[in-house]
């Protein structure tokens, strides 16, 4: 299965967000067990998390928390999310190392996701931003060089919205 989803390559809290769309072709990666298998695969996550319907619901719950932290500022639900894992912290030969610890192994992607949103957070919490254009959904990290990004894609959505000005302009 090829990944549907019209913008991909985001960290992993973003990416997790960017699993539902809207646009041409609107969806939902995590409508079933062959988009979770894909998105698991994509995180490197497939021989350790079993893509079955327990899974499911735990990235569902941890995808919807981190929504709620990253427009609304609620926290609680990510809060909860992080109690089902902690790190561990270890010295190996060839330093130091963090250790991801989560009981349940379902619990394991979305947990990765809500504590890369932590890192995300204490890195430059203005940067995360949600796509400008008013249809679209999807997420993204700024990396520009000024912090000025508007758009997930400038092809896409940024295109739409300047062809939009612009067919205003002649139309007045």
């Known amino acids: ?3 549907p989803r019209p913008h991909t390559g985001e960290p992993a809290a973003l990416d997790l967000l960017n699993t539902r769309w809207r646009g041409d072709d609107p969806g939902d990666l995590l409508d079933d ?20 319907e327990h899974t499911l619901q735990a990235l569902r719950t941890a995808r ?12 609680a639900a990510v809060n909860q999310v992080l109690a089902h894992g902690r790190i561990r912290r270890e010295l190996t030969g060839e330093g130091p190392r963090e250790v991801p610890e989560v009981a349940d192994p379902a619990w394991l ?34 990396t520009s060089k000024n912090g000025t990004r508007r758009w997930h894609s ?11 000005r612009h067919y205003a302009k002649i139309t007045e």
């Not at 298998?37 to 021989?47: H, M, P, V």
């Not at 400038?154 to 939009?164: H, L, Q, V, Y």
């Open 1 to 3: 299965m090829r990944d």
């Open 33 to 52: 067990l062959d988009g979770l298998r894909l998105w698991l695969n994509l995180l490197g996550l497939a021989d350790q998390v079993p893509a079955d």
């Open 64 to 75: 919807d928390a981190i929504h709620a932290a990253v427009t609304t500022g609620e926290y």
């Open 109 to 142: 992607p979305g947990w990765l996701a809500a504590d890369d949103l932590l890192r995300l957070i204490a890195e430059a919490p203005h940067r995360i931003r949600q796509c400008a254009h008013p249809d679209c959904v999807l997420f993204f990290y700024d």
């Open 154 to 164: 400038m092809a896409t959505c940024g295109n739409r919205a300047k062809a939009a």
